[in-house]
């Protein structure tokens, strides 16, 4: 079976990947380690993008698709897609190298809850505990927030900064939502509302796929 899920950021891909990789036996496919692996390896694509990346540039849809074409041509059977594709464009070219994919999982989660889980968490830079304002929050003490193990001010990193999230949210509304329709015109798409607990989702995926 071949798999792309789908879903913008904070919305739990990477934990069903998992999930769906453990449970069906299938090996996940990941573009960030992908793209690692072919600048690690040292081929053409891989040097370019390290160039890309060295100058703090996005790589291009052409980089990418390279790169996953390389991957791609090492992998026998079935895989879960996490991360690509993002565009239309690198969906048009996935289906020009002959893959054929049998289901697209849409992880639906709304953008205000995105932006709840992600804003309020918290981690401690020295023991690296990490905390949720709302779910598992840390002390407070005098005003501020401190880990409940070291007792170190707790801190936010950049990527969880409400600003930041809100900005992947626009890019993702922008750049990947237009893949529902896409896979959908094919009859591939399959939504699952994402649930406060991560297991009730996995389980909702799971059923999903079982009954594609």
């Not at 879960?80 to 639906?108: C, K, S």
């Not at 002390?139 to 992947?168: F, L, P, Q």
């Not at 939504?191 to 406060?196: A, C, D, P």
Request: glycine residues 8%.
């Amino acid at each position: 079976m071949k798999i792309i899920l789908l879903g913008a950021p904070g919305a739990g891909k990477g934990t069903q990947a998992s999930v769906i990789s453990r449970e069906l036996d299938i090996p996940t496919i990941s573009t960030g380690n992908m793209i690692r692996e072919a600048i690690s390896n040292a081929t053409p694509v891989g040097l370019a993008a390290k160039d890309i990346i060295a100058k703090g540039q996005l790589l291009t849809d052409d980089i990418v698709i390279d790169i996953v074409k390389e991957k791609l041509k090492t992998v026998d059977g079935s895989y879960i897609l996490d991360g690509f594709p993002r565009t239309v464009a690198q969906a048009e070219a996935l289906e020009n190298m002959g893959e054929e994919i049998d289901v697209v999982i849409n992880i639906y989660v709304p953008d205000e809850k995105i932006i709840e889980r992600s804003a309020g968490r918290r981690f401690c830079p020295k023991c690296g505990a990490t905390f949720h304002v709302k779910y598992n929050p840390p002390k407070n003490i005098n005003g501020k927030n401190v880990c409940t193990e070291c007792g170190s001010e707790v801190a936010i990193r950049d990527d969880d900064k409400e600003e930041v999230v809100r900005h992947r949210l626009e890019v993702y509304h922008e750049q990947t939502q237009p893949l529902e329709a896409f896979y959908a015109e094919r009859g591939k798409l399959k939504t699952v509302i994402g649930q406060e607990e991560v297991s009730d989702t996995s389980r909702l995926t799971l059923e999903t796929l079982k009954g594609k």
